[in-house]
């Protein structure tokens, strides 16, 4: 009964916005959008501590407001696109992409080794992996699947005319491992809060943070870059995916020391690139949890 409503909503939605021209589509979107701000206050309420953390009194409060309702504009036209284009082949999905710094990237390649990339929920991250696939390589990724076992499906459908691996959460370094000596480039989302075990403490935007050292780990074995790929738009039609220089993760005899560097290193261009155009990022996750569940657990009372 669920997947028959999760379809039904996909099918009304999907119609929605293939039949609508964009003129009305857009200005619809930003009104659901708007509705999703208002009613949703635990993750308003997320998005402002995550926001008070990262700039404190050095952005006031209407910038922040301001972005917190980007973020939600931003998942809503995510979304849309995402649905609108679900049967696109490769070849039309990259009439839409353009890449920054491609000849990077193709270098890489051309050494005959797979690729390690890192990137965040930022931008339209679920077109990221389609157009790397489509352009470039086969990739494997990790990810959790969805609830609806029908959706899902729909989702496994499209990724495979991308050669796109989905790997559970759970036990995803083995496959990792295995993608890699198949000599499949994979794909990591490495900006959320982690448990003390799975995560290395690091700095992000001046406040300590637990961070995934899955990268910097497969890195060090394998004796392979990190490619930090980012994905942002200025108007949800055109998106430039952004290739920046390779993390080397070092290979000395203090294997913790190594990681460690490699990790901040991971931090350090996500900041940045958050930084640059922070309404893109999704700050409705409890990034700091690990750290300040305090403040998270006094704003949500």
Do not use: C
């Not at 979107?29 to 206050?41: E, N, P, S, W």
């Not at 490769?90 to 690729?115: D, H, M, Q």
């Not at 965040?120 to 390589?137: D, I, K, M, T």
């Not at 999704?282 to 006094?298: E, I, P, S």
């Amino acid at each position: 009964m669920r997947d028959r409503i999760y379809l039904g909503i996909y099918h009304l939605f999907r119609w929605l916005v293939t039949h609508t021209p964009e003129k009305i589509l857009f200005p619809l979107l930003g009104a659901i959008a708007r509705l999703l701000y208002l009613i949703d206050r635990r993750h308003r309420r997320i998005a402002r501590v995550n926001l008070d953390l990262a700039f404190g009194d050095a952005m006031d409060d209407k910038e922040k407001e301001r972005i917190v309702k980007k973020t939600y504009e931003n998942l809503v036209f995510n979304l849309a696109h995402f649905i609108a284009h679900q049967e696109d082949s490769p070849e039309e999905t990259l009439r839409s992409v353009t890449f920054e710094n491609r000849e990077l990237l193709e270098t890489l390649l051309a050494e005959g080794k797979p690729i390690i990339l890192i990137t965040a929920h930022y931008g339209n991250w679920e077109l990221l992996p389609r157009a790397f696939a489509a352009a470039f390589a086969p990739v494997t990724i990790v990810g959790r699947p969805l609830d609806s076992e029908a959706m899902n499906d729909l989702l496994e459908t499209n990724r495979q005319k991308f050669g796109i691996e989905l790997l559970p959460k759970k036990g995803a370094m083995k496959g990792l491992i295995s993608a890699l000596k198949q000599g499949r480039s994979v794909g990591l989302l490495v900006d959320q809060n982690t448990r003390d075990k799975d995560g290395i403490l690091i700095d992000f935007f001046g406040k300590k943070a637990r961070h995934t050292p899955a990268a910097a780990i497969l890195a060090r074995r394998f004796h392979l870059p990190i490619v930090p790929t980012f994905i942002h738009t200025e108007d949800h039609r055109h998106f430039k995916i952004t290739f920046y220089p390779p993390i080397e993760t070092a290979q000395t005899s203090d294997s913790e020391a190594d990681i460690l560097r490699s990790v901040q290193a991971q931090a350090d261009i996500t900041e940045k690139v958050i930084r640059e155009k922070p309404e893109e990022w999704f700050w409705l996750h409890q990034r700091w949890k690990n750290r300040y569940k305090a403040l998270y657990d006094k704003a949500l009372r």
